[in-house]
């Protein structure tokens, strides 16, 4: 912020000087960890998601195969991947992680009909990508990132705020929304009426506000959509009816404590919003990535940027933090094992790049971390958010 602009010369330079240039295949970083497959079936390892998680190590994989006997997600201090397979929809009623230490990193991932996301009291990093839930909350985290990921507006809450309600609130957390769906909840139904009463009628309530960010949270918001939750429509009755649906929800509504950036991103609501939001300009940066590879083999990157930008990846570390605005408050790698020069971003705007998968052990996973920092032409660096490519060994099935 104020070292901005006498820092940006000194980061590029980081950049093009950074130590060992990457090998032809990445090294991970991170240490394998075991498969724990999950289904009441009888086909998986545990019949339930809590069994798996008591019987589970450091840096374990839960791979969610078949409907499991419970109906919650719950990680509380031990660091876990949770993943469900892509054939599989099946729903939760709650996700949830807790008490996080640093240096750690959760990541949840294809998890459809999620009922309650909430993330609290985590100081590591904790990363939702390819998932839905009905609402949530994000309380008092350092790092969290979501990634396609859409809040449906099925539920609302006050995360502890009474008078408060909002279907995805955010409090004390640092958080980056990139290519996701925010939907508020719609009012209440409102009815007209019907038999010796025709004109008897109420209207329909008004729809809760969307996005509620308190405390002293730092929120960046891109390539997304946010929608106001509908007013109540008025339904029944036969005829003219004078009741009328209800108002829409705020889109998102900001405290003053609190930091909201929005970047490609489009806000609906007849309403409109509350507080204020930092409308940034330019494109934003952005890295899809396989769910898994196996070890040894090819997988591409999909880079998203301005033509012009050159691409380089870094690779290994851990995931940290980082609310300054070159990054803008992504997610990024920090301590990274080296960089590798991808390429010119072409007139298209996406850049795809084949990389080679490490070899892993057979039966275990090893979580890939990487992240695609962008040089532009006037020597500025914007970085996409870190990503984890879930790299499986003989013998573990693809998901």
């Not at 009463?197 to 209207?203: G, I």
């Not at 429509?233 to 950036?261: E, I, K, M, N, R």
């Not at 962008?374 to 500025?380: D, H, I, M, T, V």
Request: charged share 10%; net charge negative; with cysteine.
């Amino acid at each position: 912020m104020p070292a901005f602009s006498r820092s940006m010369g000194h980061l590029a330079n980081r950049l093009l000087l950074l130590g060992v240039a990457l090998a032809a295949s990445l090294q991970s970083s991170a240490a394998a960890g075991e498969i724990l497959r999950i289904a009441a079936n009888g086909t998986g390892d545990y019949f339930s998601i809590a069994d798996a998680y008591a019987a589970a190590a450091e840096g374990d994989t839960l791979l969610i195969i078949g409907a499991p006997l419970d109906t919650r997600v719950q990680v509380d201090g031990k660091a876990v991947d949770v993943v469900m397979t892509s054939a599989l929809s099946h729903s939760l009623l709650q996700v949830s992680v807790r008490n996080l230490g640093a240096g750690k990193t959760v990541y949840i991932r294809g998890i459809h009909y999620g009922g309650l996301l909430a993330v609290e009291d985590c100081a590591g990093s904790v990363i939702i990508a390819d998932s839905s839930f009905g609402f949530g909350w994000l309380l008092r985290n350092d790092s969290v990132a979501m990634v396609r990921t859409t809040i449906e507006g099925n539920g609302a809450s006050s995360a502890g705020a009474p008078n408060d309600l909002a279907t995805f609130h955010v409090n004390d957390t640092s958080v980056l929304v990139s290519q996701s769906e925010l939907n508020g909840q719609v009012g209440e139904y409102g009815q007209c009426g019907s038999g010796i009463c025709t004109t008897c009628c109420y209207d329909g309530g008004p729809g809760y506000n969307t996005l509620r960010v308190t405390g002293s949270s730092y929120m960046r918001v891109q390539a997304s959509t946010i929608y106001g939750g509908p007013g109540g429509p008025v339904v029944g009755g036969l005829g003219f009816c004078p009741c009328s649906s209800g108002a829409d929800g705020l889109s998102y509504s900001v405290d003053s404590g609190a930091t909201l950036q929005l970047l490609e991103t489009t806000t609906y609501s007849g309403t409109g919003s509350n507080g204020h939001a930092t409308q940034l300009s330019g494109t934003a940066r952005r890295v899809d990535t396989p769910v898994s590879a196996d070890g040894g083999s090819s997988f591409q990157l999909l880079i998203s940027g301005d033509p012009g930008d050159t691409a380089y990846l870094l690779a290994g570390g851990d995931l940290i933090f980082r609310p300054t605005y070159w990054s803008a408050g992504i997610i990024q790698v920090n301590g990274a094992l080296g960089r590798r020069r991808l390429g010119s971003i072409p007139p298209g705007g996406v850049l795809s790049v084949p990389l080679t998968a490490p070899p892993v052990a057979s039966g275990q996973v090893e979580p890939l971390l990487t992240q695609v920092v962008l040089l532009l032409a006037n020597g500025e660096i914007r970085l996409a958010p870190a990503g984890i490519v879930q790299v499986r060994g003989a013998g573990v099935a693809a998901w």
